[in-house]
């Protein structure tokens, strides 16, 4: 069995891991690059999808990871030059990796962390510096990573034993209302990884947006950033995922939306029981009766064409305020959400 990488959306920076920078509206194979061979079947089973602005990772199950798109700062992991044009390899052995907008986390089988790309805000977690190529955080944790999540200038990721940590952007309260003050003001960035209080006694899951940090307690969703406020879940929820400005959970089997319905970001009342979904910037993938649905902001084309006659205002032709059909069969086996990209895996016989 193979698999392949089917994406479409925003890649004005090769970030569909194809071979030209056209945005598109319709499904693309993604191209691989191994030894002198250009191929788009994979032997080695996708296990994750992560998206930065214009960069883009697959993680495979043996380990192995891959990378694209833009790479002015070293973002991708590779070799410093200006686009990754296609997916290539990132030497070492993976265990995850998340990306924010021109950065990149990485964490190796050993539980290490090494970032690369642009640290102004201190997102790489070693002050205000740029890292063209991969470096290793200084830092050893008490307990194994259970999850990491990076959005455009913060990075959080929970220990098994609990803890929070996190780094960069802060000034809004994302990374937590307790952190030390410096004459009696929050900071703007946390420098260095940095263990992390939000005052909640009890974290479950939790998920990041643009200068927003979602707490899930079991009975509440705690919302840190430029707002600060709380919603309660009256049954235990499951995936708990974020756009920019808006989140979205799983209760009794459903996806319930919370935040900023602008364009369509808060899922269709009427949506069936998804067997999985993504959420990306401001849209989002749900897989229900073999078939893959778009819905949210799809300006660059990651939701789609749309499937409903829309008005002349350039608001509605990039708006999906209903579940639009973007993949039909029974092959899907990950869906992966990015910054206006779409990415569907399928198996192949």
Same mark, same amino acid.
């Given at each position: 069995?193979g698999?392949k990488?089917?994406?479409?959306?925003?890649?004005?920076?090769y970030q569909?891991?194809?071979?030209?920078d #056209?945005?598109y509206?319709t499904?693309q194979?993604?191209q691989?690059?191994i030894?002198d061979?250009?191929?788009s079947?994979?032997p080695d089973?996708?296990?994750?999808?992560?998206c930065?602005?214009?960069?883009?990772f697959v993680l495979f #199950?043996s380990?192995?990871?891959y990378?694209c798109?833009?790479n002015?700062?070293g973002q991708?992991?590779?070799?410093s030059?200006q686009h990754?044009v296609?997916?290539?390899?990132?030497?070492?052995?993976?265990?995850d990796?998340?990306a924010?907008?021109?950065?990149s986390v990485?964490?190796?089988?050993h539980?290490e962390?090494?970032v690369?790309?642009?640290?102004l805000?201190?997102e790489l977690g070693l002050?205000?510096?740029t890292?063209t190529?991969?470096?290793k955080?200084?830092?050893?944790f008490?307990?194994?990573?259970?999850?990491?999540?990076s959005?455009v200038?913060?990075?959080i990721l929970?220990l098994q034993?609990?803890?929070l940590?996190?780094w960069?952007?802060?000034?809004?309260?994302?990374l937590g209302?307790?952190v030390?003050k410096?004459?009696?003001?929050l900071?703007s960035?946390?420098?260095?990884?940095?263990k992390?209080n939000?005052?909640v006694?009890?974290?479950?899951d939790f998920?990041?947006g643009?200068d927003?940090?979602?707490?899930?307690?079991?009975?509440?969703?705690y919302?840190?950033?430029?707002t600060?406020?709380?919603?309660t879940v009256?049954?235990p929820i499951?995936s708990?995922?974020s756009?920019?400005?808006?989140?979205?959970?799983t209760?009794?089997?459903?996806i319930?939306s919370?935040?900023?319905n602008?364009?369509?970001?808060?899922?269709?009342?009427t949506?069936p029981?998804p067997?999985?979904f993504?959420?990306?910037? #401001?849209h989002?993938?749900?897989?229900a009766n073999?078939?893959?649905?778009?819905?949210?902001?799809?300006e660059?084309?990651?939701?789609?064409v749309?499937?409903?006659p829309?008005?002349s205002?350039? #608001?509605?032709q990039?708006?999906?305020?209903?579940?639009?059909?973007?993949?039909?069969?029974s092959?899907?086996i990950?869906?992966?959400?990015?910054?206006?990209t779409?990415w569907i895996i399928v198996?192949?016989v």
């Amino acid at each position: 069995m193979g698999y392949k990488v089917l994406s479409c959306g925003s890649n004005g920076n090769y970030q569909l891991g194809i071979s030209d920078d #056209e945005d598109y509206n319709t499904l693309q194979a993604a191209q691989f690059h191994i030894d002198d061979k250009v191929v788009s079947d994979m032997p080695d089973k996708p296990i994750k999808i992560v998206c930065g602005g214009n960069h883009t990772f697959v993680l495979f #199950e043996s380990g192995s990871l891959y990378s694209c798109g833009q790479n002015t700062y070293g973002q991708c992991a590779l070799a410093s030059r200006q686009h990754i044009v296609g997916f290539h390899q990132v030497q070492g052995s993976w265990k995850d990796v998340s990306a924010g907008w021109e950065f990149s986390v990485l964490v190796n089988k050993h539980d290490e962390l090494f970032v690369c790309g642009l640290g102004l805000k201190h997102e790489l977690g070693l002050g205000s510096i740029t890292r063209t190529e991969m470096k290793k955080l200084d830092i050893k944790f008490p307990s194994p990573i259970n999850k990491i999540r990076s959005c455009v200038n913060h990075t959080i990721l929970i220990l098994q034993n609990g803890e929070l940590h996190g780094w960069g952007n802060c000034r809004k309260g994302q990374l937590g209302t307790l952190v030390a003050k410096a004459n009696g003001k929050l900071p703007s960035t946390l420098t260095s990884p940095t263990k992390l209080n939000f005052g909640v006694e009890q974290i479950l899951d939790f998920d990041i947006g643009r200068d927003v940090t979602y707490i899930y307690s079991g009975t509440h969703v705690y919302i840190f950033g430029k707002t600060k406020e709380l919603f309660t879940v009256e049954k235990p929820i499951g995936s708990l995922k974020s756009m920019w400005s808006s989140v979205h959970y799983t209760c009794d089997s459903k996806i319930n939306s919370y935040g900023n319905n602008s364009h369509g970001q808060l899922i269709p009342s009427t949506s069936p029981c998804p067997r999985s979904f993504e959420i990306g910037s #401001e849209h989002g993938l749900l897989h229900a009766n073999n078939k893959v649905y778009a819905w949210g902001w799809g300006e660059h084309g990651n939701c789609g064409v749309h499937s409903k006659p829309v008005s002349s205002k350039l #608001e509605d032709q990039v708006t999906f305020n209903y579940l639009n059909e973007i993949y039909s069969g029974s092959n899907v086996i990950l869906l992966g959400c990015g910054c206006a990209t779409s990415w569907i895996i399928v198996s192949t016989v």
